[in-house]
Each structure stands twice: as C-alpha cells, then as structure tokens.
C-alpha cells in the first residue's frame, strides 16, 4: 500500500517543464557528422537544479531550401548508442535527409562511465535465472539486489532518474535546442517507451512519430506476459513446420516437439556436458529453456538450432554452450536495467512469481519458465517505478505510423491502434526487429520517409515483405 501511495505521487506530482530554445548550438565536425554537446536537468522536476550532459550528433539536410526540420532518432537497448547507430544506418537516411536533418544522441547513464561505475553498471549486473523454491528465489533477490547496489552507489540520484520519462524529457530538449517548433521521432525497439513517455507528457509537441519494432508501455504486465509467451510458442511451431519441409533440418520427418521436450527432461535428470568447452561448462534444463526461444524466434538460427538440438540428445551441449562460456551467467547490465526496471512494474513476491511460473507451465510447454526467468532481472530493484507502463491519452496526438513483424505486431498495434488515423505496417515473411535502422527494408523506408514528410500514412493493410542480407 505505501509502495501504491509513493507511486502515484511519483505520477501525480512531478512538474513538467517543456525547454526553452537555445540561442543556438556550437556543432563541430565528428567522424562525419556533427556533433554538440548540452546541459539538461538531472530531475526535470527541478529545472534549476543539478545538470547533467548529453551528447548529440546530427547530419544535415541535403536539400537546405526544402528542409521541414530535424528527425529526432533513437535506437532502443535501453541505453542503446545514438549516435554510433547514426553513423552506420546512414546509407538508410538519404532519401530523409532531403527534407530533414537527422540527430541522434545518446542518452542519460550511457556510456556508463561519465556518471557511473563501467565495471559495476555495464560489465555485469542482475542475473536471469527461474527459481524453483521460495529460498532460491529469495537468493535471487538478494544477488540482484547487491548487483544494483553496487551500481547505483557511484551516483544515487544520477541512478533514481534513468526512466524513460526522463528521457523523453530530454528529447524535449533537444527538440528545443535544434530550433524545431514540434518533434518528429524514429524510435526504434525500446525507444518505444520513450516515444509513449514523450506522447503521455507532450501531445501538442508530436508532428510525426514512428514506432518500429517497438516495445509496448500500454498494456498491463499479465496482458504482455501472456503474448511473449505465446509468442515463443508460434517460434517454435514456425521452427516444427520449417524442419518438416527442410531435409537440412537434423529432426525432418520427426516429431520437434517430442525431441525438444524429451531434451529438457534429460537435461533436468542430470546437465549435460559442454564437449571441449575450457573451462568445462554444463548446461541444464534451465538453460536449455532461456536460451532456446533465442533461437526459434530467429529464422536465420533455425539451422543452428536444430544442430545444437542434434548434438546435445547425442550428449554434447556446446552449440548451447557459449552464453556460458568461462562459468558465464546470463545477466542484464545493471544501468540498462536501472532504466527498464523503473519504466516496469516487476515481481515483488514470491507468490507473484509462483502464480506466473504455473501459468507459463500450462500456456509453453516448450518454453517452461521462460517469461517468468525473465522478470528475475528486476528482483531486487532498489528504486522506484517511476514510470509504468498505462494507457495514452489520444487527444492531441496526430496518426502515428508503426511497423513489425509477427512477432511484434501486438506491441506495436497496442500503440497505433488506440490513436485515431494511426496504422501499422506488418512485414510478412522472415522475421526480423529494426526494419529502418537495422535492415534498411527499403519498403518500410520509403513509406516512413513520406509520413515524416507529408504527414501522409500508407493505406490500411499495406505490408512489407523482409529485407535481410
């Protein structure tokens, strides 16, 4: 109840300032680029308090006398790197940049080292695992707990002020800065949550928004559990079909789903042995089931998935094996973390996380645990939530434009389908995450570049069909 009470004051309360314009920016060249650097509040709540700086880098509109303004762009991650994104997704932008300039940046707590410990804060952090007693779950809590601390120790306050509304407050200001009256912004992966943060706090300001495989922050946690769990199971059914029509395929003409079930439960008698891995790394029915949707939902690892099954049912788990290599565990950098986990509500108890592991037992028979494994990464958060995931008020906010494969349409269309004249373009075929940015998917292009134009949206039901090398 006092953690609803600090909450809602959190969403309540805090004042929100739009920048003010710069006189202008001193930018100067960068490999390529231009590159500047600005001051924004620390807590936007408190604009004449500590500042902080973010980097920005942009490039010029080609065509100066038909030049709107500037495309705002981030990458994801959380934390992801703006402006080393920018550089080699430039061949992407040559059509956009007759009418706009370009910026990217990159955004608060990333590199880690200007404000926080690189060892502590991006070489490790919160580890992912699935608990199977309250006493292990609780050592996960702890664990989790001591890696965000070690992190957040270097700077308290810098640490409690990474969500995504405060980013969204910084796009604000970079807005601002280059002189732009309203914000047209490429979002790609979890950008989406800024994007959403950015529309929450700042509707009139929205001209164009493009949200490409983006990360849903409108549904609850039951809802979005609900379809990343099936959404690994469709992986695995695509992955069945493509081995029964695939000679190449190690399982073709056998039953997939027998053969990986079966490997889970051998795995879980005893962990099977990693063949030439130095030093000798064993992997267990645990691992088998957070590191196997990493393979089914990319068509391209299908073929190295049905290998490392091969191999694994004949004793030997290497092609599992390299995520831990040298007694690796998988883990989530902690600044990283110190962002989703504050944008998210998590598990706080053990019997929230036994009711979801029972759930997933019954909804991914193949994937067990998957899901619930990863909401261990936010065990032990020491901060707030300050800014969950909930609905976008509409008014205001013109159509945005989204695009996904079919592993990403639901997050995407969460978004698009609840603002008026909105639309989401789905890529069939192959799948694939970041079509503008990541794979430079021409047809997904070419209709982006017009809506941050014209303000102009593809007719419904357009698709895309893949771009991959």
Not at 78 to 95: M, S, W
Not at 140 to 164: K, L, T, Y
Not at 298 to 320: H, L, M, P, Y
Not at 337 to 344: N, S
Request: charged share 25%.
């Amino acid at each position: 109840m006092k953690r609803a009470l600090i909450l809602t004051t959190v969403l309540t309360c805090t004042v929100v300032t739009p920048a003010t314009a710069a006189p202008g920016l001193d930018w100067k060249p960068c490999d390529g680029m231009e590159c500047v650097t600005i001051s924004v509040p620390l807590d936007h709540g408190k604009p004449h308090g500590r500042k902080i700086s973010l980097k920005l880098a942009r490039v010029r509109a080609t065509g100066p006398d038909r030049r709107i303004g500037s495309v705002i762009m981030n990458p994801g991650g959380p934390g992801g790197n703006g402006i080393g994104t920018l550089k080699r997704a430039l061949p992407n932008f040559t059509e956009l940049r007759r009418h706009f300039d370009v910026v990217a940046f990159d955004p608060r707590g990333f590199p880690a080292s200007d404000h926080l410990s690189e060892e502590h804060c991006l070489r490790t952090g919160p580890f992912v695992s699935i608990p199977r007693t309250r006493e292990e779950f609780d050592a996960a809590v702890a664990e989790n707990r001591g890696q965000f601390v070690r992190c957040r120790e270097a700077d308290p306050a810098f640490f409690d002020n990474m969500n995504s509304a405060n980013v969204a407050r910084d796009v604000e200001a970079i807005r601002a800065a280059v002189g732009d009256r309203q914000l047209n912004f490429l979002a790609n992966s979890y950008a989406g949550v800024i994007a959403a943060s950015y529309a929450r706090l700042f509707p009139q300001r929205v001209r164009t928004m493009f949200l490409d495989s983006t990360s849903d922050h409108i549904a609850d946690r039951t809802t979005q559990d609900e379809e990343a769990i099936k959404g690994s199971e469709k992986a695995f059914g695509h992955f069945a079909e493509w081995c029964a029509k695939t000679s190449s395929c190690k399982q073709h003409g056998q039953n997939v789903s027998k053969i990986w079930t079966d490997l889970i439960a051998e795995a879980e008698k005893a962990p099977i042995p990693a063949k030439g891995s130095n030093p000798p790394v064993s992997i267990s029915a645990r691992d088998l089931i957070l590191v196997g949707p990493m393979f089914v939902v990319n068509t391209e690892k299908w073929q190295d998935f049905s290998d490392a099954v091969d191999k694994a049912r004949s004793g030997d788990s290497i092609g599992f094996a390299p995520a831990f290599f040298g007694g690796a565990r998988p883990f989530g950098a902690a600044a990283s973390l110190a962002v989703e986990c504050a944008d998210h509500p998590g598990l706080r108890t053990y019997e929230e996380y036994q009711a979801l592991y029972e759930r997933e037992r019954k909804l991914s028979p193949h994937f067990p645990g998957n899901r619930t494994g990863r909401h261990t990464f936010c065990l032990g958060f020491p901060g707030e939530v300050g800014n969950p995931n909930r609905p976008i008020d509409p008014k205001g906010l013109p159509p945005v434009l989204g695009a996904a494969d079919w592993r990403e349409l639901f997050r995407v269309r969460d978004v698009t389908d609840r603002i008026p004249g909105s639309l989401t373009i789905e890529v069939s075929g192959k799948a694939a995450h970041g079509h503008y940015l990541n794979y430079g998917n021409r047809c997904v292009i070419r209709h982006a570049d017009r809506y941050f134009v014209e303000k102009v949206l593809p007719p419904k039901g357009t698709t895309c069909t893949p771009s991959i090398p």
